[in-house]
């Protein structure tokens, strides 16, 4: 298994922006998909975004779709979650995950084996 290592998280006012980092350990970062999901207070955890082994093909969801883009770099086996224009219902515990395989367009957790200790992100209004 690969060790995932979240960071980037804070307190920002609603419409700015943050970006996430998630480092992973190993030789092997190409070899995974690698996805984003969130928490917020009293509600199950969900998608927020995936990128395919390759970096070719992502997914987003719909509550983030345009305002957020995923982003890899295999030189420095990270994956980043840049944040715009965030609201208040941004706010959750952000989660950092990867899936060994190739393959493409997971967006449920089960597809992930892999899991980040996770960074709190706080948009106040």
């Known amino acids: 298994q690969v060790r995932l290592v979240e960071s980037g998280g804070g307190l920002v006012q609603a419409g700015g922006s943050l970006r996430l980092s998630c480092a992973a350990s190993?030789?092997?970062?190409?070899?995974?998909?690698m996805g984003w999901f969130r928490q917020a207070p009293g509600k199950e955890r969900e998608f927020v975004a995936s990128?395919?082994?390759?970096?070719?093909?992502?997914n987003y969801s719909d509550s983030v779709n345009g305002r957020f883009t995923i982003s890899r770099d295999y030189a420095k086996n990270t994956v980043y979650l840049q944040m715009n224009s965030l609201k208040p219902e941004d706010t959750a515990v952000y989660y950092c995950?990867?899936?060994?395989?190739?393959?493409?367009?997971?967006?449920?957790?089960?597809?992930?084996?892999?899991w980040g200790q996770g960074t709190q992100v706080t948009v106040s209004s």
């Open positions: 190993g030789r092997t970062f190409s070899s995974y998909g």
């Open positions: 990128v395919s082994w390759s970096g070719e093909d992502t």
């Open positions: 995950a990867a899936r060994l395989g190739r393959g493409y367009g997971y967006v449920d957790e089960t597809d992930f084996g892999s």
